[in-house]
């Protein structure tokens, strides 16, 4: 059944897009997260499409998200050994916070530094893969009334005018009604309609495209040569590189799973977060140590008392962080 809060409606549909993106176009290799954007603008669900060959590169770099301190030395760093005031573009602050990211960033076996005299040198150990293919954006509303719309449309008509994504979608419940209330909202033209039915769980088959996506790779009036411009590609890049780190698993991080009450059920091919004490999907902020209901696991769970090396929260833990690597393995394996 689809859970009633829109919590749980979106991590479904970000399973279902792991399962089945893209829903018109067939299959591509992608990542799903949730919950990112930029300082104006926040998006449910989105979807980083990939290219295999160049996402593989990626993994090379890690399993964390390089942030955007680290990607303007990470995407610089020269082949052979220079100071990195040299090497490395202009910034617009201080290179002295320069500096200090090539530090990190070879502490984290990203680049190589050497010092010659006072001056820091670097150079790249391998060179950091143009991996994104596209980003898409999702809005979640499972029950979409006036209200629900009149914001989304604003929201969506936003997404159209930056064209930060290449697609933007609205992710709503089927009614079952011959043409369905979404379609007759006002709601830009060029945003997708994804209805969705999630009674019988998710499966590959648990949405219906009801509108189709314009294409918001260029913007309006732009030739077909032209591109976006370099601080909206590297604002892209920082958002997908946050989806390739955080994924949508990530609630596991903000709610605690430590709670005896703290279960996951299954909704067909996905794993969603359930409260026994309260008999529903929690919110976030609901499954949080200030919850009446919290009751934290007995030592025991975490010792002697448990098979599960650090009791049941833990390996739940352990259990979404794996699932989190097998998408991301199976997305290199395409290339092979």
């Not at 050994?81 to 002295?96: C, F, I, K, M, S």
């Not at 064209?163 to 011959?178: K, P, V």
């Not at 260029?218 to 390739?244: M, N, Q």
């Not at 919290?294 to 769970?301: G, K, L, N, T, Y």
Request: hydrophobic letters at 35%.
């Amino acid at each position: 059944m689809t859970p009633d809060a829109e919590f749980g409606y979106e991590l479904l549909v970000c399973r279902y897009a792991e399962l089945a993106w893209h829903p018109s176009e067939g299959p591509r290799p992608a990542i799903v997260s949730r919950q990112l954007g930029t300082e104006r603008r926040r998006w449910d669900t989105v979807v980083v499409e990939v290219d295999p060959a160049a996402f593989s590169a990626r993994r090379a770099f890690g399993d964390r998200t390089i942030d955007s301190d680290l990607l303007h030395v990470v995407r610089h760093a020269p082949a052979e050994w220079a100071w990195y005031r040299d090497a490395l573009p202009d910034p617009d602050y201080p290179w002295r916070y320069v500096r200090q990211a090539v530090h990190r960033a070879a502490e984290r076996d990203l680049v190589e530094t050497r010092r010659d005299g006072n001056r820091v040198r670097l150079r790249r150990l391998r060179p950091y893969p143009d991996w994104v293919e596209r980003v898409v954006a999702i809005e979640n509303k499972p029950n979409l009334d006036a209200s629900a719309a009149d914001r989304l449309a604003d929201q969506l008509r936003h997404d159209v005018a930056t064209g930060l994504a290449d697609e933007a979608w609205l992710a709503t419940e089927t009614t079952g009604d011959r043409v369905e209330p979404a379609l007759l909202r006002e709601l830009p033209v060029e945003a997708g309609v994804l209805t969705t039915d999630f009674a019988g769980g998710v499966d590959a088959d648990s949405a219906t495209v009801a509108w189709h996506p314009s294409d918001l790779s260029r913007p309006a009036g732009a030739g077909r040569g032209d591109r976006r411009d370099p601080e909206t590609e590297t604002r892209r890049l920082e958002i997908a590189e946050r989806a390739y780190g955080k994924g949508w698993r990530s609630y596991r991080e903000t709610m605690r799973p430590d709670c005896r009450h703290f279960e996951l059920r299954r909704e067909g091919r996905a794993l969603v977060p359930y409260c026994a004490a309260k008999r529903k999907v929690p919110t976030a902020r609901e499954c949080s140590g200030s919850c009446p209901e919290f009751s934290p696991e007995p030592p025991a769970w975490r010792t002697n008392g448990w098979p599960i090396a650090g009791g049941p929260g833990k390996g739940i833990a352990r259990l979404l962080a794996r699932r989190r690597e097998r998408e991301r393995d199976r997305i290199r394996s395409e290339d092979d």
